[in-house]
């Protein structure tokens, strides 16, 4: 798929959330009514009825299935629906390449990528076993797996806890000026540090926090966006997928469980150079191909942050400096709104809310259309990294039209 093929036919015109919540603060609406509400704005923003909705996409097997989205919100017809397989936030790239490909071939005019969670309505406890399946043991949550990804990281290029740390300011700093953010409180390194230890070398705020959550992002082709409400913004390439065997670094699968969900005993097995990554070597490579772009090219990265040192990892991956470096990249404040490359201006995951990725998208959106909280100067285009958890992960390219 080329680029001038894809980035030609498909745009972002809508984007919708809730307030956000701790877990399970919004638990007696469910994730039907957060959802409902974020498509609602949503289509305000784009300026459409949500009538007009014939497509659904989503990922990581959220509960709100389209046929059942469609039928609340009244939709005129249901010709489209996707689900992206993966954890977390990892298929998030490709719930919006499906969209784009629906609206690109016809197969529907508006896609609405959604996600939403909450307690019940999602099983969240950090865990990676189910009920039934006995004590816990081994890599019981992600933070035990990506406690050792760091640990090597550190080992191998000197990376320290300090470079950690300026990952947390940074989303901190970045929150503080958006009224939406769960964490609007700036921190100090020495905050970092007191922080209790969580995964060794991992702290409290080393961690994105879960969070209740709607959101809702409408995609279309670019020749109906030329009509949207606000300035629609183009999905110039994405990519999806992950290097050799990246998807049993983190957890693995067990062989007597073919779902893949029991414990985790088959995982840390890729090779070491994506080890210390964040799994986004070749996505990136595939983001750049498409476009014919480079890191030189991105004014602003919005970059999956569920914990601190996958943000060096991506920064490394994405090609913002060479391998090993992330650490001192950092440190130097390349990251910062003022830096090189400013990375996640809408505090991300750690800061924001943990939204499995959407208000990385959001925030790209509004970067490029000019209302985002803390906005740069007239940025061109945004790079956004899915969640770093297991394959596929994704990556998009965002550009102005």
């Known amino acids: 798929m080329s680029a001038d093929w894809l980035s030609g036919k498909a745009a972002i015109v809508g984007i919708g959330q809730t307030a956000f919540g701790k877990r399970g603060e919004f638990s007696e609406r469910g994730t039907y009514s957060l959802v409902l509400e974020a498509i609602q704005k949503a289509c305000d923003d784009a300026g459409i009825s949500p009538k007009q909705i014939d497509g659904w996409s989503s990922y990581s097997n959220d509960p709100n299935q389209g046929a059942m989205l469609s039928a609340m919100m009244g939709c005129d017809r249901l010709r489209f629906t996707a689900m992206g397989w993966g954890g977390g936030g990892g298929a998030m790239g490709g719930a919006f390449m499906y969209a784009a490909m629906a609206v690109a071939t016809g197969q529907a005019d508006y896609v609405c990528i ?14 990676m076993g189910r009920p039934g399946d006995g004590p816990p043991h081994g890599m019981i949550s992600p933070g035990n797996s990506f406690a050792l990804a760091a640990r090597r990281h550190m080992s191998r290029f000197g990376t320290t806890t300090e470079h950690f740390g300026e990952i947390a300011i940074n989303a901190r700093r970045n929150a503080a000026n958006n009224p939406n953010a769960r964490f609007r409180d700036e921190i100090t390194m020495e905050d970092h540090h007191a922080s209790q230890l969580i995964c060794d ?31 629609p913004v183009s999905l110039v390439s994405m990519a999806m997928g992950g290097p050799p065997r990246w998807g049993d670094a983190w957890f693995g699968q067990a062989a007597s469980d073919p779902s893949g969900m029991g414990s985790a005993v088959g995982g840390h097995m890729c090779d070491d150079d994506d080890y210390v990554t964040g799994g986004y070597r070749t996505l990136a490579q595939d983001l750049y191909d498409k476009s014919g772009l480079g890191p030189n090219d991105v004014d602003v990265a919005l970059l999956y942050d569920h914990f601190t040192p996958m943000v060096i990892m991506a920064i490394e991956d994405f090609q913002f400096c060479e391998k090993g470096e992330g650490g001192p990249f950092v440190a130097e404040g390349n990251i910062r709104r003022e830096g090189k490359i400013p990375v996640n201006t809408h505090g991300g995951n750690l800061a924001e809310v943990y939204a499995h990725g959407m208000t990385h998208v959001m925030e790209g959106v509004r970067q490029l259309r000019g209302d985002s909280p803390n906005q740069l100067d007239n940025p061109q285009i945004a790079v956004i990294a899915a969640g770093a958890s297991m394959a596929p992960t994704g990556a998009i390219m965002l550009g102005k039209m």
């Not at 959604?114 to 865990?127: H, Q, S, Y």
């Not at 705020?205 to 959101?215: A, H, I, R, V």
Request: a positive charge; aromatic letters at 6%.
């Open 114 to 127: 959604v996600r939403g969670a909450t307690m019940p309505g999602n099983a969240r406890f950090g865990g």
């Open 201 to 231: 070398p991992l702290r409290k705020m080393d961690f994105c926090m879960e969070s209740d959550f709607g959101t809702a992002i409408i995609v279309t082709s670019k020749e109906r966006a030329k009509d949207s409400k606000n300035e």
